[in-house]
């Protein structure tokens, strides 16, 4: 991993003496903004769970497939929450394919993840129908309020609201589930919640133990995994209708053409790791 430069520059306030979550992701996806310890951690996280790779890339495609999904739905305006650093494929390029005036808040903790989106975004002309803002999921009123104020997103139109692998890096009892609510509560009538989350849940056994080994290991982040169940997982859209075909596996979430998956995960889905599910406010 040596031969691997650094990127250019650090924003102001980011921590390069700790692993990021959003800058580990980066990398498993073939990102470039990311340091060397995240490039570290993440080599040390394939070690003893080489499917890493491969599962942030299938939740990438599921995201993708989600946001053509609520495109064709009519849906002008997506907010998402944990965005993580920018690459080939953000949600605002999925949604302009279909919609060339479709509008995005991208939300992050993570200095370097907001800094870099707001490079990407200016360097292709969007700041005027997109934005970029550093908030915490948990904080749920003040992340609200930003997003709002950007003057980007309409709260009187329907929004797609965004919160895919995020969930898992917050355990039950840090008021996940509450921000949620708070967040589906204002979300106007024809919105829609996507979401995907980490599970051991029906997982191969054997993936199970590298799981609990790789959990050991995210404990040196700043941001833990913690797994939900199914049911826990599908009551996060108590309140809304889940589209077809509900809660299921990342891969089996409408797989098409663009979404390309290795043969291992579309005969056995469950080797994913992973729930996706979206649904619409009535």
């Keep these: 991993m040596s031969d691997i430069a650094d990127p250019p520059f650090a924003p102001k ?80 390029e999925v949604a302009q394919e279909l919609d060339p005036l479709s509008r995005v808040v991208y939300v ?34 003040n992340l609200w309020d930003q997003a709002m104020d950007t003057g980007v997103l309409d709260p009187r139109q329907p929004i797609a609201l965004l919160t895919v692998a995020l969930l898992h890096f917050m355990p039950q009892g840090m008021g996940a589930e509450v921000s949620l609510e708070y967040y589906k509560t204002l979300l106007p009538s024809g919105s829609y919640l996507i979401a995907s989350h980490g599970t051991n849940d029906g997982v191969p056994e054997d993936v199970q133990k590298q799981q609990a080994i790789l959990m050991e290991q995210y404990k040196n982040t700043a941001s833990p995994v ?30 098409d053409d663009k979404s390309p998956m290795t043969e291992e995960l579309v005969l056995t889905p469950n080797a994913s790791c992973g729930f996706a599910g979206v649904a619409r406010k009535p």
């Design 108 to 141: 992050d903790n993570e200095p370097v993840a907001v800094a870099h989106s707001k490079i990407l975004l200016e360097q292709h002309g969007d700041l005027t129908r997109h934005a970029a803002i550093n908030a915490d999921f948990l904080d749920h009123a």
């Design 226 to 255: 913690a797994f939900r169940d199914r049911a826990e997982f599908t009551a996060l859209f108590d309140g809304f209708d889940l589209v077809d075909p509900g809660v299921v596996w990342i891969p089996e979430w409408r797989l």
């Design 13 to 92: 306030g980011v921590d390069l003496e700790h692993p990021s979550v959003a800058r580990i992701y980066d990398w498993f996806i073939g990102g470039t903004t990311n340091w060397a310890v995240d490039r570290e951690f993440g080599a040390m996280a394939l070690k003893v769970f080489p499917q890493a790779r491969m599962l942030a890339r299938t939740n990438r495609e599921f995201l993708r497939r989600a946001v053509r999904y609520c495109s064709e739905q009519g849906i002008h305006q997506f907010l998402d929450i944990g965005s993580g650093v920018p690459t080939v494929g953000n949600v605002h």
